[in-house]
């Protein structure tokens, strides 16, 4: 099968407008920008907690105040390197999927026999969400929107058409649903995915932790975790938390805990947000049902609107850094940004004009079977999750129930999956995980540009239960 070019190649908009919505754009984090945050002071002292939880995102978050409506009295302390939310927490697409497994095709690949239980566990999980944000009075900005894949070649509207799950939708309808000239169809699903403003959930998040009365530290890196003979001691710089429990919500960065060490990668996804669209150009573009909007592509595009009509725009790039390294630098990448405005512009060209006011980046803990991983150590003292390879914003509170069942010691339904059981295979050491990644980036690009037809490799990796994709 010859290559042939996709959509983004054949209708490129001109380099003077790339330029153009990108000449006022900011490196900055909207979401964290668009949030009134509470500061919380650095450890420096010594503490004692029934419970220390490392990390101040959506997992450290959500078992922070799972712990605290599970017994009100537990001494419960967060301690978090930077600020809360700052990482992957606060960067997202605010997409708060019900999906355990990222989706039905890894879902069904990977646990067949416990699927349906982990679809309703997710939707289950999704619900407990929308009625947590409701009864703490969180303003997350949620919307029970639902999600509209597209497609946009033809080889995409024949799995669109294959697909079960939700209401098809030909060319005409895709477009009287979002007004794009690329759109050839479409599927929409329901209730499985609400939007979120993902900066306010975790702020909110944590004060409804402090209003319970968790005890949180930012400024506190964790240096080491030393085990005693019935407590751990949680060290950071300037302190200690003497813990009878600990629970890990470290995610993309170096794990405390030398056995995960193999098991993620970091790999940087780029996003644009635009300046808010004027009631014209709502108008042009429809989008009345407010919908998650994604692509069939292997490198696939996710956009959605916010609560002032902005639209973020994100995917396609995902780059990794040989090493596992995570590092600042690597978020201003101008080749990223140029093709995600191009992209926009194919996508929505009645746009031209409308520039973008934010663009950033954020490392995705990306694990070899595409969604979290649950653990338990040091004698069932320390529990952690990790992996959720961008489909964290929802699975994070399942995974905190995971890791508190456990370090409960209690048998439960979620502790029995073989999900929550079982291992990914760890990625090798560099430099082979380098050369692997970028094989099968390489790969996923030529199957994009050969209507979706695998080469050996990816076919190779589908076998073995392995995979990646932006």
């Not at 309703?120 to 894949?149: F, H, K, P, W, Y």
């Not at 909110?204 to 080491?224: C, K, M, N, P, Y």
């Not at 439960?412 to 929550?420: A, G, I, K």
């Amino acid at each position: 099968m010859s290559k042939h070019s996709t959509v983004f190649e054949r209708n490129a908009p001109t380099a003077k407008a790339i330029d153009e919505s990108l000449r006022s754009t900011k490196q900055s984090v909207f979401w964290l920008e668009d949030v009134q945050q509470s500061s919380y002071p650095q450890l420096t002292a010594a503490h004692a907690a029934d419970l220390t939880i490392v990390g101040g995102g959506y997992t450290g978050l959500w078992t922070a105040v799972l712990a605290k409506r599970r017994d009100p009295s537990a001494r419960v302390v967060l301690l978090e390197a930077q600020t809360i939310g700052w990482a992957a927490s606060g960067r997202n697409g605010g997409f708060a999927e019900a999906s355990l497994t990222h989706g039905e095709e890894n879902g069904r690949t990977r646990w067949p026999d416990e699927f349906d239980t982990l679809e309703r566990m997710g939707l289950e999980n999704l619900d407990a969400i929308e009625r947590d944000v409701a009864e703490l009075g969180m303003d997350a900005q949620l919307e029970r929107t639902g999600t509209l894949s597209v497609a946009y070649e033809p080889h995409q509207v024949e799995w669109l058409r294959e697909a079960d799950e939700g209401e098809y939708l030909d060319g005409d309808a895709v477009r009287t649903a979002i007004n794009s000239p690329i759109f050839a169809a479409g599927r929409r699903v329901g209730h499985h995915c609400a939007l979120v403003h993902p900066g306010r959930l975790a702020s909110e998040l944590a004060r409804v932790a402090s209003e319970l009365g968790v005890e949180i530290f930012e400024h506190s890196a964790v240096t080491d975790l030393r085990t005693r003979t019935s407590l751990v001691d949680v060290e950071t710089a300037r302190g200690v938390v003497r813990s009878k429990k600990v629970a890990l919500g470290t995610n993309v960065f170096r794990p405390l805990l030398r056995r995960s060490r193999l098991s993620t990668v970091p790999v940087y996804d780029y996003v644009l947000m635009s300046e808010p669209l004027s009631d014209a150009q709502m108008a042009d573009i429809g989008w009345h049902g407010r919908e998650g909007l994604s692509d069939l592509a292997n490198q696939f595009h996710y956009s959605r609107l916010t609560a002032d009509n902005r639209i973020l725009y994100g995917g396609y790039d995902a780059v990794y850094h040989a090493g596992r390294r995570v590092r600042p630098e690597y978020e201003d990448r101008e080749q990223s940004y140029r093709t995600l405005a191009s992209h926009f512009l194919t996508t929505f060209p009645q746009l031209e004009g409308l520039g973008f006011s934010h663009r950033w980046a954020g490392a995705i803990d990306t694990s070899t079977q595409f969604c979290a991983f649950h653990g338990l150590a040091r004698r069932g003292r320390v529990a952690y999750a990790a992996g959720f390879t961008g489909l964290g914003v929802a699975a994070t509170r399942f995974a905190a129930e995971v890791m508190l069942d456990r370090l409960a010691g209690a048998d439960t339904p979620r502790t029995q999956l073989e999900m929550v059981r079982k291992k990914p295979l760890p990625f090798p050491p560099e430099p082979f995980a380098k050369i692997g990644i970028e094989a099968t980036k390489w790969s996923l690009d030529r199957a994009d540009h050969r209507e979706g037809q695998r080469n050996l490799l990816l076919r190779t990796l589908d076998r073995l239960g392995l995979g990646f994709d932006s």
